[in-house]
């Protein structure tokens, strides 16, 4: 199992920037993937960006060239950087983490961006 808790949500303006940290423990060395997701008031769970053991990433559309995952291996934790934050960024974020083909997730973090 693993376990995961992120921090670092809060309230910002527009064109500010938030850094999500996610702190993982438990089965650690059978993560194949982790990434973040955010789920808006209404709206799907959806992928914002993702990092695989190897380091490669993706990202959602509209977060490119403006988000950065990252992953610290020694400090357990996977960061995402949000730069240029927008209105319709928020959302409760979710860190993920897959293991042994299963999913795993943290409580949330709310990112809240007024215009």
């Known amino acids: 199992q693993v376990q995961l808790v992120e921090s670092g949500g809060g309230l910002v303006q527009g064109g500010g920037s938030l850094r999500l940290s996610c702190l993982y423990s438990?089965?650690?060395?059978?993560?194949?993937?982790m990434g973040w997701y955010r789920q808006a008031p209404g709206k799907q769970r959806e992928l914002v960006a993702r990092?695989?053991?190897?380091?490669?990433?993706d990202y959602a559309d509209s977060v490119n060239g403006r988000f950065t995952i990252s992953r610290d291996k020694a400090k357990n934790t996977v960061y995402l950087q949000m730069n240029s934050l927008k209105p319709e960024d928020t959302a409760v974020y979710y860190c993920?983490?897959?293991?042994?083909?299963?999913?795993?997730w943290g409580q949330g973090t709310q990112v809240t961006v007024s215009s």
């Open positions: 993920n983490a897959v293991s042994n083909g299963f999913n795993y």
């Open positions: 438990g089965s650690i060395f059978s993560i194949s993937s």
């Open positions: 990092v695989t053991n190897g380091g490669s990433t």
